[in-house]
């Protein structure tokens, strides 16, 4: 299993931004992705971003779409998530997660991921 090291998170005022790391133990090849999912109190877990390591092709999901980019350093085996205008109910612990074998049908789904970061929490508050 790929280990995944999370950094970034913290206390910002609405309106203001943030970016997330998250560096992979192992160099990327093939079929691989990384994605980032948060989970705010109470609420299942939710995709955010995803990219294709190889193409740096990149999906948003709705409510981050022009204010999140993901992207990713091939050398440096790590992937971020600059979150611009940040809101109130983007608060959440932020997690990144990767796959070696991506399917496009299943790139937004949890389930997909077989690597876990252990989650860096991002608070949005006045």
């Known amino acids: 299993q790929v280990q995944l090291v999370e950094s970034g998170g913290g206390l910002v005022q609405p309106g203001g931004s943030l970016t997330l790391s998250c560096t992979a133990s192992?160099?990327?090849?093939?079929?691989?992705?990384m994605a980032w999912f948060r989970q705010a109190p109470d609420k299942e877990r939710a995709f955010v971003a995803a990219?294709?390591?190889?193409?740096?092709?990149?999906y948003y999901a709705d409510p981050v779409k022009g204010r999140f980019t993901i992207s990713r350093d091939n050398g440096a085996n790590t992937g971020y998530l600059q979150m611009n205008n940040l809101r109130p109910e983007d608060t959440a612990v932020y997690y990144c997660?990767?796959?070696?074998?991506?399917?496009?049908?299943?790139?937004?789904?949890?389930?997909?991921?077989?690597?876990w970061g252990p989650g860096t929490r991002v608070t949005v508050s006045s």
């Open positions: 192992e160099r990327a090849s093939g079929s691989y992705a």
């Open positions: 997660a990767v796959t070696r074998t991506v399917i496009t049908s299943t790139i937004m789904s949890a389930a997909a991921y077989s690597s």
């Open positions: 990219i294709r390591w190889s193409s740096q092709y990149t």
